[in-house]
């Protein structure tokens, strides 16, 4: 089945280390994209990327870096810079044509101990 | 810069009501509008995509209508049933160079009640 996986789903992390959130998709999409979402708060763009070995910085990309080397892989380091890192953590993913759905992973829930 | 709305925030009503959902949007040079489901805990599920040309899109007990002269979309649920409770979420696709960067509201958490 295609489709967005995220992992792990559940993450505990201590202050001071960086953690990488897995995303990989096989639909074949071109563009990826990392949200943000915290209780009573819309979604929060973190990066985006259009095409392979290319990524642009979204609303909150402070604290947080990403990769593309491969079209189906997307994964996001949250960094010890990231001042408050607790939340959950979506990736989507759309043909990048203006008019192309977008689809999401299930989530990851990162928590800073 | 584009800001999208949805009120009410939280909305319970009784098995087998008619319901709407409202969402609204700043700016109406947008490609499409697409509604999503998402339950505790887990990732957003597309419900229906209204490109701007459209009017509306139905999927099963779900219709959406969508007026980009005022910046309006809802979201008509018929005959809803317990499990329909989850929180709705609408995003708007801009138009112009920002094309990849979907605007969300902070969504509607509606609960069916048996």
């Known amino acids: 089945d295609g489709g967005i996986t995220q992992s792990p789903k559940y993450l505990f992390r201590k202050e001071g280390q960086n953690v990488t959130l897995s995303c990989e998709q096989n639909?074949?999409?071109?563009?990826m994209y990392w949200y943000r979402q915290d209780p009573g708060q819309g979604l929060r763009l973190i990066y985006y990327?259009?095409?392979?070995?290319?990524?642009q910085k979204g609303d909150i990309a402070e604290g947080y870096s990403v990769s593309r080397e491969k079209k189906e892989s997307f994964p996001l380091t949250v960094t010890s810079a990231q001042k408050n890192p607790t939340a959950f953590y979506l990736c989507?993913?759309?043909?990048?044509?203006?008019?192309?759905?977008?689809?999401f992973g299930e989530g990851s829930r990162l928590t800073v101990l | 810069k584009q800001e999208v709305t949805q009120i009410p925030a939280a909305l319970s009503v009784p098995e087998g009501e008619n319901l709407v959902l409202n969402c609204s949007f700043t700016?109406?040079?947008?490609?499409?509008l697409q509604w999503f489901r998402q339950d505790p805990g887990k990732g957003l599920t597309s419900l229906l995509l209204?490109?701007?040309?459209?009017r509306e899109q139905t999927s099963g007990r779900l219709n959406a209508s969508l007026d980009k002269s005022s910046g309006r979309s809802t979201l008509y649920i018929a005959a809803s049933q317990p499990g329909d409770s989850a929180t709705y979420l609408c995003?708007?696709?801009?138009?112009?160079?920002?094309?990849?960067?979907?605007?969300f509201g902070s969504g509607t958490k509606l609960n069916v009640k048996p």
């Open positions: 700016d109406s040079a947008i490609y499409n």
């Open positions: 990327s259009q095409i392979v070995n290319d990524f």
């Open positions: 989507a993913s759309s043909i990048d044509l203006l008019a192309g759905e977008l689809f």
């Open positions: 639909l074949n999409h071109d563009a």
């Open positions: 995003a708007v696709r801009p138009r112009g160079y920002n094309f990849n960067k979907f605007y």
């Open positions: 209204i490109q701007s040309s459209q």
